[in-house]
């Protein structure tokens, strides 16, 4: 399995810009590169200059301790390179090397866009991989922030979205949230480096080593032997954090089936439970629903023919069906109590079942009698109005009746009621 790998180290002087370029382009000894590289083992992708280039971009005006560029590192594990022997250095495939460039370069210029000063690519150490320098520029502001730009929020986004676009090549991210803590780019730059072919000894450093001295060949093989036993460290530190990790998610894959599971169930008992309210909700008789909705009867013990908020209302009970209705202002008609409610309180058809469900528990019984209670008092009210004016004469005097509105506002009555009682004929001097 192949991981992408994304680095950044923090250029703050011109002094480390120049120095990082002399090992880019190779005017300096490099210990860890091919001495004889082929002609294309140094390419540079973008921005030949990375000095120049860098300084164009930087602002007139910065702080002195500003984070100048970002040096970056983009690889892949040895796997990816080299799937049939990883563990042989300086050994690449061209055709996957070159489309993990191609992918590489297209999310640097995606990513980064002219914040992208210089690129290069390194095929003559152990492992192929490209380093770039970034200036930190903030888009809007034009100035040098690279704590906001390469924060710790933004450097996960770019390891999610490079090993995204990697993808199509095989190569994932690694666990996120582990662990495992990232090395700066010139540690890593070195222990990827050091798993190099040991130089052989010359009879030279032989005859040397019998009389107790050391050559530079002896020393760079102790050297290399301390290298070894790092990176065998590393990579075992790594390879328990990565187990911790891949442990620490699997657990977590399965709590997640086990919540998709009970909420998978707890959704079908809440379907089976709608389905048997509806059904029950569907055979409840109008006449018990539409005193709720503010209907009452135009006729005493019929219930044909209904007035209310939604206007008339017709059912079909002298036909023998008494479950359907129509709405005649609004031209609609319906069956059952669900299709009722929906029509008159305009909602819909979770919302209908919703309040309709009061009608099917213990306490239905007391709340339909509660109804029938209120449209009997509406209907005696209805004949009251009905009722032939008062035999008694009252005061054509306006000022009689305004002594009268002001006894019952100090009685505490709302003088809006006083006056509805006296277009009801209810109230006169």
């Known amino acids: 399995m192949s991981f992408a790998i994304l680095r950044f180290e923090k250029i703050k002087s011109l002094s480390d810009l120049k120095g990082m370029t002399a090992?880019?382009?190779?005017?300096?000894?490099?210990?860890?590169?091919?001495?004889?590289?082929?002609?294309?083992?140094?390419?540079?992708?973008h921005g030949q200059d990375p000095v120049a280039e860098v300084?164009?971009?930087?602002?007139?005006?910065?702080?002195?301790?500003?984070?100048?560029?970002?040096?970056?590192?983009?690889?892949?594990?040895?796997?990816?390179?080299?799937?049939?022997?990883?563990?042989?250095a300086g050994v690449y495939d061209p055709k996957r090397t070159e489309a993990w460039v191609k992918a590489s370069m297209a999310w640097l210029r995606k990513e980064f866009g002219d914040?992208?000063?210089?690129?290069?690519?390194?095929?003559?150490?152990?492992?192929?991989?490209?380093?770039?320098?970034?200036?930190?520029?903030?888009?809007?502001?034009?100035?040098?922030?690279?704590?906001?730009?390469?924060?710790?929020?933004?450097?996960?986004?770019?390891?999610?979205?490079?090993?995204?676009?990697?993808?199509p090549l095989g190569i994932r991210r690694g666990v996120e949230g582990s662990q495992a803590k990232h090395q700066d780019v010139q540690r890593y730059y070195g222990l990827v480096n050091a798993a190099q072919e040991p130089p052989e000894l010359s009879l030279r450093d032989k005859a040397a080593l019998t009389v107790g001295r050391t050559t530079e060949t002896v020393e760079q093989l102790l050297a290399q032997a301390t290298d070894s036993r790092m990176i065998r460290d590393e990579l075992e530190k790594a390879?328990?954090?990565?187990?911790?990790?891949?442990?620490?998610?699997?657990?977590?894959?399965?709590?997640?089936?086990?919540?998709?599971?009970?909420?998978?169930?707890?959704?079908?008992q809440a379907q089976q439970a709608e389905r048997a309210l509806a059904s029950q909700v569907r055979e409840l008789p109008l006449p018990q629903i539409l005193p709720f909705l503010g209907y009452s009867r135009r006729h005493k013990d019929q219930d044909e023919e209904w007035i209310g908020p939604a206007g008339p209302l017709t059912t079909e009970a002298a036909k023998g069906k008494p479950n359907k209705f129509f709405l005649q202002d609004a031209g609609q008609g319906?069956?059952?109590?669900?299709?009722?409610?929906?029509?008159?309180?305009?909602?819909?058809?979770?919302?209908?079942?919703?309040?309709?469900?009061?009608?099917?528990?213990?306490?239905?019984?007391?709340?339909?009698?509660?109804?029938?209670?209120?449209?009997?008092?509406?209907?005696?009210?209805?004949?009251?109005?009905?009722?032939?004016?008062?035999?008694?004469?009252?005061?054509?005097?306006?000022?009689?009746?305004?002594?009268?509105?002001?006894?019952?506002?100090?009685?505490?009555?709302?003088?809006?009621?006083?006056?509805?009682?006296?277009?009801?004929g209810l109230v006169g001097a």
């Open 115 to 167: 914040r992208l000063a210089s690129a290069v690519l390194h095929l003559d150490e152990a492992t192929p991989h490209i380093q770039v320098a970034i200036v930190p520029l903030d888009r809007t502001t034009g100035r040098l922030d690279a704590k906001t730009q390469f924060g710790r929020a933004e450097l996960r986004r770019f390891q999610t979205d490079y090993a995204k676009a990697l993808k």
């Open 239 to 268: 390879q328990s954090r990565l187990r911790a990790s891949e442990d620490r998610a699997d657990r977590e894959q399965k709590l997640r089936g086990a919540a998709e599971t009970a909420r998978d169930g707890a959704l079908k």
């Open 55 to 88: 300084e164009r971009r930087l602002p007139e005006k910065r702080r002195k301790d500003a984070v100048l560029c970002l040096e970056g590192l983009l690889s892949a594990s040895p796997e990816y390179f080299r799937p049939d022997t990883p563990s042989q």
């Open 334 to 424: 319906g069956r059952g109590a669900i299709d009722l409610v929906k029509a008159v309180m305009g909602a819909d058809y979770a919302g209908a079942l919703g309040w309709l469900a009061r009608f099917v528990t213990d306490d239905a019984l007391v709340a339909a009698a509660a109804a029938e209670a209120t449209a009997s008092a509406r209907e005696a009210l209805s004949e009251a109005r009905a009722m032939p004016a008062p035999v008694l004469a009252l005061s054509p005097d306006p000022n009689d009746l305004a002594q009268v509105f002001q006894k019952l506002e100090a009685d505490g009555m709302d003088p809006k009621e006083a006056a509805k009682l006296q277009e009801l």
């Open 23 to 45: 090992h880019w382009d190779r005017s300096r000894p490099t210990p860890n590169a091919d001495p004889n590289p082929h002609p294309e083992a140094v390419q540079f992708l």
